[in-house]
Structure formats: structure tokens, C-alpha cells
């Protein structure tokens, strides 16, 4: 079946406008995450969704990222007023978590988001 | 707070060497652990997990044990393949709730032929 999809694959944008990172997740899956990779570096959790519950945004880095997933599906991370320290890989993944131990997330292949 | 850290890369090898890539953790309690793997061109996907001290999770000829005492989770294989090549990640959930995953910096691993 169709695995995690993300939208664009790469996005280069100038510094100070806003950009929006798609994701899809895999049909079924009820939870979905969101990373940021940067050059070197390992994944930094960035947001969880699960289900109807409030999503956790513990790993946001500041007030200009926001995400939202509507339907319980597709996902959109927003990034208001880009700088260039927010030049990474964004990646996004999905589970179908029955509980904390098993589970086992499924990733897309990110979008390379570079801020001139 | 919780963390993970992992030994620098890259780690070059020649095929068939035994591989040890050492990972350690910070974090209260029993935490679930893993190691992920990313091939070149390719999305990260799980390598293997364990769930508590002393288990020991295996797949394609990588095994890690669950070290409680050393608060570790090396992943280790026999002999290496040129495509094992890939870079590889290793991960915790906390046992404090929800399902956020603290990575590992990720460890670039290069098998010469």
C-alpha cells in the first residue's frame, strides 16, 4: 500500500515569507508526527497529533511554526516569516499506535525546505 | 530530561567486519528503545526495538540488547554488507506518556567492498 507522503520534496524560499509543508499519512494511521533534521544533526521532534486529542507542541521551537491536521488525516506544517536557521529537512511520520511499546513509525521522504 | 546519545560517525569498515555502533540514554525509568535506519535516497524505517531491560531486539542480522545497568542499546552485527551502508539512528519513547521520540544524532555508517 501507499506509504507516507509529503508535499513539495524541495522548497526554497526567501527569508521572511511563509511557507506550508504537506503531509499524508498512511490510510488508518491515527497518529502522526512531525521532525525537523537539520545538516548534521539527529531528528527534533517538532509535534504529535493522535486521534481527537490536543496535539502535543512541546517541540515546536518558537511561535512562527504551527500545524494542523484536519480530518484526522493530511497534515500541514506552517512556518510564518522563515529565517535561515529553519533551513532542514522536515519529515513526517505516522503510526497506528495500540500503545507506546509497539509502536513503530512510518516516515515520508521530507521536504528540504532551504530560507535564502 | 531525556536524551540520546550516539558514537560520532562516520565508521567505515571493509564487508564482513563486525559492526558495534554504541548508543546511550538519559531518562527516568523503563523507556522504550530503537534503532532506525536511513539507506541513501531513502525514508528512515525501523531497524529494531526492544521494550524492557534485558530484551534483545534483532532483524536482518542486527541485534541490541536493552542494558538497564548501563542504560545502553548498542546495535551490533556480525559481518557487513556492502548494504548496510545507510545512516543509523537510535531512539527512546519515555515511559511518562504520549509517543514523543527523542532521536539519537544518527551515526553515518560506510561498508567498503
Known amino acids: 500500500g501507499a506509504g507516507v507522503s509529503q508535499s513539495p520534496s524541495n522548497k526554497v524560499t526567501e527569508k521572511g515569507k511563509d511557507v506550508e509543508l504537506r503531509c499524508d499519512p498512511i490510510s488508518g494511521h491515527t497518529a502522526l508526527y512531525w521532525y525537523r533534521q537539520s545538516l548534521g544533526q539527529g531528528l527534533e521532534f517538532l509535534i504529535y497529533f493522535q486521534g481527537n486529542s490536543a496535539p502535543d507542541k512541546s517541540g515546536l521551537p518558537s511561535d512562527r511554526f504551527s500545524a494542523e491536521r484536519t480530518g484526522g488525516s493530511v497534515s500541514t506544517l506552517t512556518i510564518q516569516r522563515t529565517q535561515q536557521e529553519d533551513s532542514a529537512v522536515y519529515l513526517c511520520a505516522s503510526s497506528y499506535p495500540r500503545d507506546r511499546v509497539t509502536d513503530t513509525q512510518y516516515f515520508g521522504p521530507g521536504t528540504r525546505l532551504t530560507v535564502l | ?113
Not at chain 2, 73 to 89: N, P, R
Not at chain 2, 97 to 102: S, V
Open chain 2, 1 to 113: 530530561g531525556n536524551s540520546v546519545t550516539q558514537m560520532e560517525g562516520p565508521v567505515t569498515l571493509s564487508e564482513e567486519a563486525f559492526l558495534t555502533i554504541n548508543c546511550t540514554y538519559t531518562a527516568t525509568g523503563y523507556p522504550s528503545l530503537f534503532w532506525y535506519v536511513q539507506y541513501p535516497g531513502e525514508g528512515l524505517q525501523l531497524l529494531l526495538k526492544a521494550t524492557k531491560a534485558d530484551d534483545k531486539g534483532s532483524n536482518k542480522g542486527f541485534e541490541a540488547t536493552y542494558r538497564k545497568e548501563t542504560t545502553s542499546f548498542h546495535l551490533e552485527k556480525g559481518s557487513v554488507q556492502v548494504s548496510d551502508s545507510a545512516v543509523y539512528f537510535c531512539a527512546l519513547i519515555p515511559n511518562t506518556g504520549g509517543f514523543k521520540t527523542i532521536f539519537g544524532a544518527g551515526t553515518r555508517l560506510f561498508v567498503k567492498a
